[in-house]
T-cell receptor, first 111, second 117 residues
């Protein structure tokens, strides 16, 4: 059975204090790993797709990396507007297109 | 690109009535749409998968007669909560997937907050 575990559950950062979020996964045949950002009361906002180990993608202060067992979302010099819940999801070869989500990491960036 | 809308954004209804939620892909054709439910402080729970022109596939434990899903076109899917009860109160979110080059990517709508009184 596919499993996705995110850590930490919550992260409180000072503005400018870089950090990383972890997403560990166990799937049978990874088709893709996805990162989303979700603000309270809103739907998830797509950030990145990673397809194979060694792949990296960047967007502003965010950088996502992928290995065969985990993915990291690095937040460089965060700003208060980066406060959100970050969700990781995986798509496996036998999941019929359905994403398996982790529980999320709630990030709070204080000025 | 890849914008998904939902309507309404929030709705309050009385117990026993039905409520319809619309999900539209605005700038792409969605061959597959998904409906999720999210409880406070929890992650998304998949309810069903719908393909255009086909019957929806429901996840285990989701009552298909209570949560009616129609995917009538490549840009519109609807979720109807029939005979709503207070326990159906939740945040409902749809997502859409294209058949294009980013085949596996799902784009989410803004969500609909349903409150049943």
């Amino acid at each position: 059975e596919d499993q996705v575990t995110q850590s930490p559950e919550a992260l409180r950062l000072q503005e400018g204090e870089s950090s990383s979020l972890n997403c560990s996964y166990t799937v049978s045949g990874l088709r893709g790993l996805f990162w989303y950002r979700q603000d309270p009361g809103k739907g998830p906002e797509f950030l990145f797709t990673l397809y194979s180990a060694g792949e990296e993608k960047e967007k502003e202060r965010l950088k996502a990396t992928l290995t065969k067992k985990e993915s990291f979302l690095h937040i460089t010099a965060p700003k208060p507007e980066d406060s959100a819940t970050y969700l990781c999801a995986v798509l496996s070869a036998d999941s019929w297109g359905k994403l398996q989500f982790g529980a999320g990491t709630q990030v709070v960036v204080t000025p | 690109g890849a914008v998904v809308s939902q309507h309404p954004s929030w709705v309050i209804c009385k117990s026993g009535t039905s409520v319809k939620i619309e999900c539209r892909s605005l700038d792409f054709q969605a061959t597959t749409m998904f409906w999720y439910r999210q409880f406070p402080k929890q992650s998304l729970m998949l309810m069903a998968t719908s393909n255009e022109g086909s019957k929806a596939t429901y996840e285990q434990g989701v009552e298909k007669d209570k949560f009616l899903i129609n995917h009538a076109s490549l840009t519109l899917s609807t979720l109807t909560v029939t005979s709503a009860h207070p326990e159906d109160s939740s945040f409902y979110i749809c997502s859409a997937r294209t058949s294009g080059r980013a085949f596996y990517e799902q784009y989410f709508g803004p969500g609909t907050r349903l409150t049943v009184t």
